[in-house]
């Protein structure tokens, strides 16, 4: 059995907790399919929480298609757990289809991301607000210094993640992860080098620009400000895979 790090959860309901940290490994990759996870014994002690709440957390996760729950045998990671949207990425498919599936892809972001970061203006607190803000700077210091999407791509993955796990809805961040991973940074790369109508500067630039606009509204407890930054950077993106495909 693979090493998988958990450690005492942060202070949301206990359950939400348990869940959130589980389907972490599970995204992660560091609990990988059809793995056995750790005994409710182990999971007690090491979590530090009670055996009725990692019982509901593991139900919640079977309902979410992340684990199954075997009678007699243990809990196991689904072998399905991380194909629940579809590939956009393929090869194999027309452009008019890979357009289509990526704008509906952005779409169903929107309508988790605009919820996210609107709660977590709501929920956030001095130490999230500056851990998110270390994520930020992160982020933003990787873009410029390499203008490489995919060299960025890890803090910019945590930016959002984080944002949803201050939602305070422990289902929101493995929502988002498999939408995220749903589109490689690759193709998404070597699209950007083939805009002919807007500098990759100044798509960065924008990039960064509303990505700040997220934060200063979470960071300010501006519920309706966060929403409406995270729709314009959904409306931004939409606008870049228009691109992508006309160029």
Same mark, same amino acid.
């Given at each position: 059995?693979?090493?998988?790090?958990?450690?005492?959860?942060?202070?949301?309901?206990?359950?939400? !907790?348990?869940?959130?940290?589980? &389907?972490?490994?599970?995204?992660?990759?560091?609990?990988?399919?059809?793995?056995?996870?750790?005994?409710?014994?182990?999971? *007690?002690?090491?979590?530090?929480?009670?055996?009725?709440?990692?019982?509901?957390?593991?139900?919640?996760?079977?309902?979410?298609?992340?684990?199954?729950?075997?009678?007699?045998?243990?809990?196991?990671?689904?072998?399905?757990?991380?194909?629940?949207?579809?590939?956009?990425?393929? !090869?194999?498919?027309?452009?008019?289809?890979?357009?289509?599936?990526?704008?509906?892809?952005?779409?169903?972001?929107?309508?988790?991301?605009? +919820?996210?970061?609107?709660?977590?203006?709501?929920?956030?607190?001095? #130490?999230?607000? &500056?851990?998110?803000?270390? *994520?930020?700077? %992160?982020?933003?210091?990787?873009?410029?210094? %390499?203008?490489?999407?995919? &060299?960025? /791509?890890?803090?910019?993955?945590?930016?959002?993640?984080?944002?949803?796990?201050?939602? +305070?809805? !422990?289902?929101? !961040?493995?929502?988002?992860?498999?939408?995220?991973?749903?589109?490689?940074?690759?193709?998404?790369?070597? +699209?950007? #080098?083939?805009?002919?109508?807007?500098?990759?500067?100044? *798509?960065?630039?924008?990039?960064? &620009?509303?990505?700040?606009?997220?934060?200063?509204?979470?960071?300010?407890?501006?519920?309706?400000?966060?929403?409406?930054?995270?729709?314009?950077?959904?409306?931004? +993106?939409?606008?870049?895979? /228009?691109?992508?495909?006309?160029?």
């Amino acid at each position: 059995m693979s090493e998988a790090g958990f450690r005492p959860p942060r202070k949301v309901t206990l359950v939400e !907790a348990v869940v959130e940290q589980i &389907a972490d490994q599970i995204q992660s990759g560091k609990l990988k399919p059809g793995e056995r996870l750790p005994s409710e014994r182990k999971l *007690i002690d090491t979590m530090q929480v009670g055996r009725s709440s990692v019982r509901e957390a593991l139900q919640g996760l079977a309902m979410m298609g992340l684990v199954e729950i075997r009678p007699g045998q243990g809990t196991f990671v689904s072998r399905g757990a991380r194909v629940l949207v579809p590939e956009v990425g393929r !090869a194999d498919l027309s452009a008019g289809l890979r357009r289509e599936m990526r704008l509906s892809l952005c779409d169903a972001r929107r309508f988790i991301e605009s +919820e996210t970061a609107k709660r977590a203006a709501i929920h956030a607190d001095d #130490v999230s607000i &500056a851990h998110l803000g270390s *994520i930020l700077e %992160t982020y933003c210091l990787l873009a410029r210094q %390499t203008h490489d999407l995919e &060299a960025a /791509n890890v803090p910019h993955h945590s930016f959002h993640i984080e944002i949803a796990r201050m939602s +305070e809805n !422990a289902f929101f !961040a493995p929502m988002l992860d498999m939408l995220l991973h749903s589109v490689p940074q690759s193709l998404r790369r070597g +699209e950007l #080098v083939g805009f002919e109508s807007t500098p990759v500067d100044e *798509i960065f630039d924008e990039e960064l &620009a509303i990505h700040r606009r997220i934060f200063d509204a979470i960071a300010s407890h501006d519920p309706d400000a966060a929403a409406l930054a995270m729709d314009r950077h959904m409306a931004f +993106e939409e606008r870049l895979i /228009n691109l992508a495909f006309e160029s």
